[in-house]
């Protein structure tokens, strides 16, 4: 329960503080988060005693409210798990798409369609009209029990909460996992033909530079990848976590066996406490923010939302490391998007597919009374003897030009 309390709380104070991680994937996992802090502090204790005392002595209204918010919070975390799932769907499988699906108003609604489906869907229990929230001596805990015409609506939110998310979970996974492969096959296929067709000079140098963009992409897919990996394995955990209490509420709906059903409670009530625990394990980004929010006052990190770096030295290596992970992601996501080219500096700038580019320096010529160029320059017009002359190329994507700095 503590580690659940302080993980989750930790990941929202990272993720709201450090901007650098803030992206759609973290507004979900904040939802996912905040769903799981409830739960841990507003049902767990409640959970604990029942389960230890065999008998509920915390009076009538919480017997309804601790088990509402159980059942409103475990459909939170499997709703935003899913969209989570669907996030790395469409941002590996139609990135296209990407900008248009994910935007803010987009992602609020989506929000807060998870709380509203999830606590709607407890209405007529709590009212009475489909079950009914009360003791349960089976269980020694507050739960869903039938009401007076033995109606209850616990096998069907079960099923519902645990299939629906669990399919579209595995419908995503299964695409991603065919892009990815068959993406990885035609780089493979890419890298045989470059190395097979060697070329000239001028399409060594080329080459070079398709290398170069190839490294950059496949760095940003290898960050996307860690991304989806995680989730992955959150989804995995909530099977672990949630198959055994849906089979014991299916095949044992009237409590028969409520060892089967304990145990089961008991592992969804370890859901809450896991995830933080796979943040920290499998994601770079997520470590270096904790390390961030953990190493840094909360006055330093405000500062982070302007830009600025905190003074902490152990702040600013963090963040350093987490915004250079970053950089190859967004600026992928931006030349998909946008068409856009990296500059000389790293970052994007939009420009038609015909216009100027960056500069870079191309070839040094050392002042000499000749004036001639070393053997194998790729620049074939002659020089004006004078001072030391620094060739630049522009860079683009039409005929290539020449600038001469003097």
């Given at each position: 329960?503590?580690?659940?309390?302080?993980?989750?709380?930790?990941?929202?104070?990272a993720l709201l503080k450090c901007p650098k991680v803030r992206n759609v994937a973290a507004a979900f996992i904040i939802s996912l988060c905040i769903a799981d802090f409830?739960?841990?502090?507003?049902?767990?204790?409640?959970?604990?005693?029942?389960?230890?005392?065999?008998?509920?002595?915390?009076?009538?209204?919480?017997?309804?409210?601790?088990?509402?918010?159980?059942?409103?919070?475990?459909?939170?975390?499997?709703?935003?798990?899913?969209?989570?799932?669907?996030?790395?769907?469409?941002?590996?499988?139609?990135?296209?798409?990407?900008?248009?699906?994910?935007?803010?108003?987009?992602?609020?609604?989506?929000?807060?369609?998870?709380?509203?489906?999830?606590?709607?869907?407890?209405?007529?229990?709590?009212?009475?009209?489909?079950?009914q929230f009360d003791y349960d001596p089976e269980l020694g805990t507050c739960s869903i029990v039938p009401d007076e015409f033995g109606r209850s609506s616990k096998t069907a939110l079960f099923v519902i909460a645990f299939i629906v998310p669990a399919l579209l979970i595995l419908i995503c996974y299964a695409r991603i996992f065919w892009v990815v492969h068959s993406s990885e096959q035609r780089m493979r296929e890419h890298q045989r033909s470059q190395h097979s067709n060697p070329g000239t000079l001028n399409n060594s140098t080329v080459d070079k530079r398709s290398t170069i963009k190839d490294n950059r992409e496949s760095k940003a897919r290898r960050n996307e990848w860690r991304i989806t990996k995680m989730v992955l394995a959150i989804f995995l955990s909530f099977i672990v976590c949630y198959l055994p209490i849906t089979i014991a509420k299916v095949a044992d709906a009237h409590v028969h066996y409520p060892v089967f059903h304990v145990a089961g409670y008991l592992l969804l009530y370890a859901s809450a406490c896991v995830n933080p625990i796979i943040y920290v394990i499998m994601n770079a980004q997520y470590r270096a923010a904790y390390a961030a929010a953990l190493c840094c006052p909360l006055s330093r990190l405000s500062g982070l939302t302007s830009g600025a770096y905190p003074s902490s030295p152990a702040c600013q290596h963090v963040?350093?490391?987490?915004?250079?992970?970053?950089?190859?992601?967004?600026?992928?996501?931006?030349?998909?998007?946008?068409?856009?080219?990296?500059?000389?500096?790293?970052?994007?700038?939009?420009?038609p597919s015909t216009g100027p580019g960056h500069v870079r320096p191309w070839l040094k010529v050392d002042d000499s009374p000749t004036g001639t160029r070393p053997h194998g320059s790729p620049l074939n017009k002659k020089r004006d003897v004078g001072p030391k002359v620094t060739r630049f190329q522009i860079v683009n994507h039409g005929p290539r030009k020449e600038q001469t700095k003097v």
């Open positions: 329960m503590l580690i659940g309390l302080f993980g989750n709380l930790l990941t929202v104070v409830l739960f841990c502090a507003m049902v767990l204790p409640f959970a604990i005693s029942g389960f230890w005392t065999r008998t509920w002595s915390h009076g009538v209204a919480l017997c309804k409210l601790v088990p509402f918010l159980r059942y409103g919070n475990v459909g939170v975390s499997l709703l935003s798990i899913a969209l989570i799932t669907v996030n790395r769907y469409i941002m590996i499988a139609h990135h296209s798409w990407y900008g248009r699906v994910y935007r803010k108003h987009n992602i609020a609604l989506m929000i807060l369609f998870s709380w509203m489906f999830s606590y709607g869907m407890q209405i007529p229990t709590l009212i009475g009209i489909w079950g963040i350093r490391k987490t915004d250079q992970m970053e950089r190859a992601s967004r600026v992928q996501l931006q030349q998909h998007t946008n068409g856009a080219q990296p500059s000389v500096t790293g970052r994007v700038e939009s420009r």
